[in-house]
């Protein structure tokens, strides 16, 4: 009699168990988040907040260098990466999961001094030096095609000097980086030139064992994107509006 109550009790126990895990939320995802961008960090932290919510799931940024969180993602150290180029994410298609809507797209910005001899051209950039921030997997991947000469730039207080120097003819970037570059006291001279490469559209990773919260967090994208939400509208220099996933 005793057992028979005793096995009762383990069932009930089990069930109750068994139904609270079943309710427990699942854990949040931690999103590699580039901490390099500075006062638009906020913004785009707040962008991901809200894309999530807005899908239903949980999801805690964590700031760190690109080339970091490269090598986490990929090793499944972490869930997700906030957003990556095109070609990076075509690069990796076999080992990522790119949410298919483009999360926004980026000026790709070309600066030097008028004392270069430089068209503003990216055709005419064929042996010039052109420096390029480290972890913008775009231009370094297309600096070499146009047959530029690379030179990495680990921080962007060392630009200018490298421009009057000519250790470097032109300094490739993101318009978002070329934001924080035209703050600069040296960036008021009127020698200082600007060109717009081109667009690149940006798209958000996933480890692929979050493969399953891709088609939702798209459809959340293009939702928030159709319907103007807040997160959305970035209104930062360089960011421009994605255009809609066919």
Request: hydrophobic share 45%; charged share 20%; glycine share 6%.
């Amino acid at each position: 009699m005793l057992s028979r109550v005793l096995t009762v009790v383990a069932c009930v126990f089990c069930a109750h168990i068994s139904a609270h895990a079943d309710d427990a939320p699942e854990p949040c995802l931690r999103l590699g988040a580039d901490e390099s961008l500075g006062d638009s960090y906020l913004r785009f932290e707040a962008f991901f907040n809200a894309l999530y919510e807005q899908a239903g799931l949980c999801a805690t940024s964590v700031a760190m260098a690109p080339k970091r969180i490269e090598q986490l993602l990929v090793r499944g150290e972490l869930d997700g990466d906030w957003f990556r180029p095109s070609d990076y994410a075509a690069e990796f298609s076999d080992q990522l999961i790119a949410v298919p809507q483009p999360v926004f797209g980026v000026e790709a910005r070309l600066i030097w001094l008028a004392s270069t001899d430089f068209s503003g051209h990216p055709g005419d950039l064929k042996g010039l030096t052109v420096g390029h921030q480290s972890g913008f997997r775009w231009l370094e991947a297309h600096l070499p095609q146009m047959g530029a000469k690379t030179f990495t730039v680990s921080s962007s207080t060392h630009v200018w000097d490298l421009l009057e120097r000519r250790r470097i003819d032109v300094f490739a970037t993101s318009g978002i980086h070329e934001a924080s570059l035209m703050a600069m006291p040296r960036a008021k001279g009127d020698d200082v030139k600007r060109a717009l490469w081109t667009t690149v559209s940006f798209y958000h990773l996933l480890h692929p064992r979050h493969a399953d919260k891709a088609a939702k967090l798209n459809a959340t994208l293009i939702d928030m994107i159709k319907s103007h939400h807040a997160a959305t509208d970035l209104n930062i220099p360089g960011i421009q509006r994605p255009r809609l996933a066919d």
